[in-house]
C-alpha cells in the first residue's frame, strides 16, 4: 500500500515539474499553432499560469512526500540525486515562470499593433512588431501565413524591416506595400515567389 502511494506522488512529482518541458520539446517537433498568432499569444498566457501553479504543485508535493518517493529506489545515491534534480529544477523553473508570468502581466503591449494579419486575393500577411524597448532596436517581420489541418497554421518568412509607428499594408499584384508618413514613406516587398502549397 505505502509502495502503491509512493508510485503515485512520483509520477505526479513527474508530471507536474517535467510535463511542461516535455510538452515544450513536442511543440518544437509537433506544430501546435492554432488559429491565429494573437490567439497563440493569448493562450501563452494562460499556459504560463498553469505551468507555475504545476511548478508549484510538484515542487510541494517533493518537499512533502519525498521520503514515500525515496522508499521506491533500491540504490539511495539514484533516490537522492533524482531528489536534488528535481528540487534544484523545481526551484529553477519556478522563479523562471514567475518572472515570465509577472513580466507578461506588467509590461503587455497593445496586441492590436504587435499582431497584424490582412489578406489580400486569398493570401494572408501576417506582421510581428518585435519591440524590445530600451533593450534594442524594433522591427517587423511579415510572414505568410498558410491554413493547415485542424485549424492550425504555418508561418513563411518573407522578410525583415525596419521599424515604421504607424503603416498602411496593401498588395499590388505580387508586390506587398507598407507605406507610412515617415521619411522613408514606402516600402515594397516583391511576394511572387510566396504562395501556400
Known sequence: MKENKGRFYLSLILLCLYGPLLLGFLSSYINLNFVSPRH???VSQVTNVIILGSSILGFTLLLMKYQEVRTLFNNRIIANTLIIISFLYA???????????FLDATFSSNKDYIYQEQTFNNRTFYVYTADPGAFGKAHHYVYLKCPASFNRYELELIANLSWMRDYEMSLEGDDLIFQNDSEEGKTVLDVSEFYCK
Open 40 to 42: 497563440m499569444s493569448d
Open 91 to 101: 526551484c529553477l523553473m519556478f522563479i523562471a515562470v514567475s518572472l515570465v508570468v
